[in-house]
């Protein structure tokens, strides 16, 4: 959309904001640099306690484009809760603070929801690590898909970064009004994906964009939604999430008529955590925690979720699943090494 055009269509950006005054500017400078030029900004300081929230105040000084709404300490869901509410547009679009967009995202999301006529629009991303920048595996080639058809790709990777985060996609306000659909507060991981679930309850159609237009952070490990440390207690919160989870996966599945049809694959979204965790345990050691005990394969082998998975899961099933871990465990030793030594190179 050039300057100059009437805008008929507001997108409302919400941005929770906690503590991320060293990434802060770069992301809210990218959203107010978009070509699409309806859109408003909805900074949400989640009681920063670092220079974030003076921040804010000083883009909407100078930008009337952008809202600043300051509140106590609440937490991620409660926050993007609190945007919902106060957005006026007839778009929504998510992006976390300490990430940043392509100049071209919200155009694009724009024009291609309404040239598809869908309800929800899907757009790749990269994911910038401390040793690269990672592109992400798109599994949806471009083009439209009713809502039992776009659950049915999830089938295929149900845990992963591309169906289950909400900032790579747009939204339609009406449905997330109209139907009270909210992020699940109780959640210390995972409501994105809760909230994609509710969401695609109440489409018609989806439509991908084969384009990476979201810039993803994760070095930033201390932000809203990261855990900055992984023990037996935090393991023990992901079980729960993953169970919540994973009730928001399997009502959706119902609600659209798929579960009988496809309850042995939609089980499998148990696999990959559970012998993930049991082939670490196992081996005494973590790429990101070591256990130290036998205590939380015992918690895993009781829980009636990875139960019922298993009895539904052939030995074939299992065993692809197990050389996939054993492989990603053998490939990150070597390359991640290689990617910092290049790394250091580039940089000398």
Known sequence: MK????????????????NCEQYLNRCIDSILDQSYIGIEVLLLDDGSVDNSGEICDE????????????????????????????????????VDSDDWIEKTMTEDLVNNMKSCDSDMVVCGYVRITKYMHRKDKIWDKQGIY???????????????????VIWNKLYKSSIIKNNHLHFLEKLNL????????????????????????????????????????????TQKK???????????????????GLYERYEKEIYQ?????????????????????SVGTKCFEEILEKN????????????????IVLSKIKCNKALTKVKVPIKYLILSLKQS
């Open 304 to 319: 009636e979720e990875i139960k019922q998975c298993l009895r539904l899961s052939s030995k074939l099933d299992k065993g």
């Open 190 to 233: 995972g409501e994105d994906f809760t909230f994609n679930m509710q969401y695609l309850r109440h489409v018609k159609s989806i439509s991908t964009i084969s384009k990476r237009l979201y810039i993803y952070n994760y070095i930033n490990t201390g932000s809203l939604s990261r855990y900055d440390k992984i023990t037996l207690d």
């Open 146 to 164: 009713s809502n039992q058809d776009y659950m049915k790709n999830i089938l295929n990777d149900p845990t992963g970064y591309y169906y289950g």
């Open 59 to 94: 883009y909407a000084k100078k930008d009337k484009r952008v809202r600043v709404f300051h509140k106590e300490n609440t937490g991620v869901s409660d926050t993007r809760n609190y945007g919902i509410i106060e957005a006026s547009g007839e778009y929504i679009q998510f």
């Open 3 to 18: 300057e100059g055009e009437s805008v008929n269509e507001l997108v409302s950006i919400i941005v929770p904001v906690y």
């Open 269 to 289: 979204y148990w696999l990959v955590y559970y012998y993930s965790n049991t082939q670490s345990i196992s081996d005494g050691k973590s790429d990101e925690v």
């Open 238 to 256: 992901e079980l729960n999430n993953r169970e919540i989870l994973f009730e928001e996966y399997k009502t959706t599945f119902r609600i659209l």
